[in-house]
């Protein structure tokens, strides 16, 4: 901000002149321009006007960014610049509904036809946008290379200098978007198509044709390549400028030319009259016999005709001959060269400058917004959107001071007067009003009027202009110098009007005899009365301008309308019409509210920082500077609204820190009277503070500087507890915010939970109810958990053994199922403890099957049998060393166990140790282990036993064993021991059971024994004289 800036003031000196303690000092303000200009400062503000110094170099500070930062900030928030002015401008006109124009001005060179364009692209870039406006805006920008092409030349002072006054109106539709321009151009310099002096050029267009266009073009308007071969573009003797690129700039022309709709024949014939005029320059005349003046070379005046689109004899004519009525008697009157040249010099002029004023004319219906024709047929659109609001710029020659000032000069620096004079009028009106919008009492402010010069020079019959119009016009001869002689007769008495003869001695020196001196208010300047009678007539032979009228090119038969001829009263000078145009251009000034830029050139050589005091003290003079300085600074330096100062200084008050709770006008007053502002050096308006002298502001901006330092650390802590703060709540609200989802989502799954419940219930019902049916889509989800649900508990209740026949009941459908499934399971059990028998166990299984096969249903007390394992080792306690001695060689006892045997001589039972080995039974004594009977497996004829429940059987000896016998044993493991013997000796198929109640059996020496089976109440055995009687009490209880 403005006031931040004040800080590094000692370097960069203050953006607001205004803030200069010494504002009357020439000294202090041009130092303080000067440092901003070392610093690449350009721009400095006195109040709202801006002070633009040309750099010369491109600085960094025209980017979009840069437009983009000054967009709706307040005026003194950001460094001044001319897109500030632009924006302010922008904003005012949109705010308060009104227009707004943008004055600038400088000498030639200063940069104001830059600030000009950077300004229109400022609002064309930052203005309220919509596709309409897209191609207005194109046009309004396209607009500057055209006219510069046409109005600009390159001067001693400037490469592109623009050689008319220019001022173009933007329009802006209620929106704020742009919707159409208007330019008015004044006083071309026509005298350069002409003339040039050395070292400058001719207008730019000249140039870049003939560089630019291509062969074709070249051909048909009959030109050639090289400009030192046309008089018009070769007295400069500077046709190339290295700054220049004249053939870009051509087609620059081209483009903007289609943009802006200019047909191709209007390109054509505007072509061939920039053409035709060069040709002109190189008509040259010769005196003949008679000493009239003939053309040189006809052909030249051939091709003039062609481009003209004139005829060729009427063209000749009118160049060498003039027309002269006489006694209502015409008559041609043969021209001398000299009248000639300066015929064929003042139709090259006439048909540029129409041609040029055509060409504003062309662009403005270009600009003219397509809306206005349509808007005003529809009469019931609202006044406000019929509203416009304009922006005008104003980029006018400055002040210009010449060694040799001449008409030119004059009208230029008239011009400036009378800018000056508006400038004063406005910002004294802009001064009081505020004054009194604010309720301060208005302060005289001691000023220099320059109106008193304006009425020298404009003012009806007394002034230089009708003075100069009445030498013009009246009869007999009249020259420059019967002129000088009745300014000095009219207003010789005026304090700003001096000659050579009205001087003392000392002025005489520096005033020639046919020159005037007029006391600017920016300076004296002189004048040269040379020429101002011709300039000012701007003559033109009527003959000439017949051929014009008539002529083909529609350009030139517009820009010489016929009817100029009939009119009887004669043409209005150059100077009553600048001197009209001029005011004219006032009126439209003073209706709108004007902002300034005022441009300073910083040297000569344009060079980069380069700054020549001298010029710019110059400068700084004729520019009013310091005159607007002083009408800014006669009441107050600085003011600003309350809101914006009590912000600011706020913090150098107790009570006004940190919040002031009344309104910001009593907290101003609080704070400068905390601030010991003395009486008089301030004034609170409605609603802004006046702070009459800079060192006020200044002290308090200093205190500020060291209070914000102070501050600084209580901010810190105070902004880091704040953000603490902050982060914390942001936390918190999240955490209410997730909480309060989920337990929608909870809620809501909840919903859904208990709809598929109800649902899954229902259909469950009815799935029971029809379950018996076959399957269909009622049943089938409750078929298919009625399933399911067996099979898993099927799954839970197995039986986990084989002799476990139980089974889950099973629904009826699944009935057959349910067998099925019992059966695989008792197969797996089965096969599963097949797998995990031992080889012993295996083995004594197989025993067990081969006793089942023997006895099972034949003997009685075999099922009791079953359960009681049978015996796998030898009963090795039972056996003595003596018996294991005796059994042969190679052989085991594989089985043993006691039994009683009962001998076959008379039935005595004996205790005996019964041995089975893989090759024969042996029967040991029990008492002293001798061997008593040996029966090997091969001699064993079969086994016997009874089917009743006793415990005796009997070995079938060989029949030829006479000796011993059959062995008839009991054995308390009788099922076992025959079981074992039957497999050891593999006699399986050989064991018989009686039931016939008595068995058989052979005795020594051939006789045989019988054994009875009687059923009683004992288990005994006797003797009878034939043999035994078993009894045996096993009943069985089927
Ligand atoms: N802001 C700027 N930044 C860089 N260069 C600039 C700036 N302003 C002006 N110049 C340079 O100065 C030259 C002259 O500027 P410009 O044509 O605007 O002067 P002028 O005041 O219009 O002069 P005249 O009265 O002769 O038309 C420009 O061509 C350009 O090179
Ligand atoms: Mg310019």
Known sequence: TMEGALTARDRVGVQDLVLLEDYQSETAFLHNIKKRFKEKLIYTYIGSVLISVNPYQQLGFYSPYHMEKYQGVNFYEMPPHVYAIGDNTYRSMRNEASDQCILISGESGSGKTEASKYILQYLSVC??????????????????????????????????SSRFGKYMDIEFDHKGAPVGGHILNYLLEKSRVVHQASGERNFHIFYQLLEGADEELLSRLMLQKTPDKYFYTSQGKCAKVSSINDRRDFLAVQKALKVLEFSPKNIDELLSIVASVLHLG??????????????????????????????????????????IEANKEKMESPLTVEQALYARDALSKAIYGRMFNWLVLKLNGSLTSKNDVI??????????????????LLDIYGFEIFKSNSFEQFCINFCNEKLQQLFIELTL??????????????????????????????????????????????????????????????????PHFITHALGDSKMRKTIGYEEFRLVHYAGEVTYSVKGFLDKNNDLLYRDLKVTMSVSKNEIVKEAFPATELTKLKRPETVGSQFRTSLNRLMDILMSKEPSYVRCIKPNDA????????????????????????????????????????????????????????????KGVDVLCKYLDYKEGEYRLGKTKVFIRFPRTLFATEDAFQIRKHELATTIQSVFRGWRQKKKFTTMRNAVTLLSSQWKKILAQRLKAKRKKATLDIRKFILGFMTRLKPRCPENADFLDYVRYSYLMRAKESLPASVLDKS????????????????????????????????????????????????????????????????????????????????????EQALYCCSVTKYDRHGYHPRARTL????????????????????????????????????????????????????????????????????????????????????????????????????????????????????????????
């Open 915 to 1038: 041995i089975i080995t893989s090759g024969a039974t042996y029967l040991f004594d029990s008492k002293d282990g001798k061997l008593k009977q040996k029966i090997s497996h091969n001699e064993l004829r079969g086994i016997s036993t009874s089917s009743l429940g006793d415990n005796v059987f009997v070995l079938h000896a060989p029949s030829d064993n006479k000796e011993k016998g059959d062995a008839i044993v009991q054995s308390t493991f009788v099922i076992e021991t025959i079981t074992k013997l039957a497999r050891i000796a593999k006699k399986d198929q050989d064991v018989k059971i009686v039931d016939n109640s008595s068995i058989l059996h052979d005795m020594t020496g051939g006789k045989q024994g019988r054994i009875d089976y009687v059923v009683g109440n004992e288990v005994s055995v006797t003797k009878t004289k034939t043999g035994l009687v078993v009894v045996s009490s096993f009943l069985h209880l089927n």
């Open 375 to 392: 808007m005003a047929l529809i009469t019931s659109q609202s006044q406000d959107r019929m509203r416009k609001n304009v922006i005008g």
């Open 127 to 160: 203005s309220a946008s919509n596709d309409n406006v897209e191609h207005i805006k194109g046009r309004l920008l396209q607009s500057n290379p055209i006219l510069e092409a046409f109005g600009n030349a390159k001067t001693h002072r400037n490469d592109n």
């Open 282 to 323: 190189n008509v040259s005349f010769s005196a003949n016999e008679e000493g009239h003046a003939t053309v040189d070379r006809e052909h030249e005046i051939q091709k003039i005709a062609n481009l003209l689109g004139c005829q060729f004899e009427q063209l000749l004519q009118a160049l060498t001959h003039r027309t």
């Open 429 to 494: 009106k802009q001064e009081q009003e505020e004054y009194r919008a604010e309720g301060i009492e208005w302060e005289p402010v001691e000023y220099f009027n320059n109106k008193i010069i304006c009425d020298l020079v404009e003012e009806r019959h007394q002034g230089i202009i009708d003075i100069l119009d009445e030498e013009c016009l009246r009869p007999g001869e009249a020259t420059d110098n019967t002129f000088l002689s009745k300014l000095e007769e009219t207003v010789g008495k005026h």
């Open 606 to 665: 344009k060079m980069a920082d380069r700054f020549d005091e001298t010029l710019v003290r110059h400068q700084v003079k004729y520019l009013g500077l310091m005159e607007n300085l002083r009408v800014r600074r006669a009441g107050f330096a600085y003011r600003r609204t309350h809101d914006i100062f009590l912000n600011r200084y706020k913090s150098l008050c107790p009570e006004t820190w940190p919040h002031y709770d009344g309104p910001s006008r």
């Open 807 to 890: 089974w889950i009941h099973s629904p009826a459908a699944l009935e057959e199922t349910g067998k099925l499934l019992q059966q695989l399971n008792m197969k797996n059990l089965m096969l599963k403890y097949v797998k995990g028998v031992s080889p012993q166990r295996k083995a004594m299984m197989e025993e067990k099957v081969l006793a089942s096969a023997i006895f099972r249903q034949k003997k009685k007390g075999y099922d009791e049998s079953v359960a009681n394992p049978f015996q796998d080792k030898p009963r090795v306690e039972q056996l003595k060393p003596k018996m294991l001695a005796t059994i042969d060689s190679g």
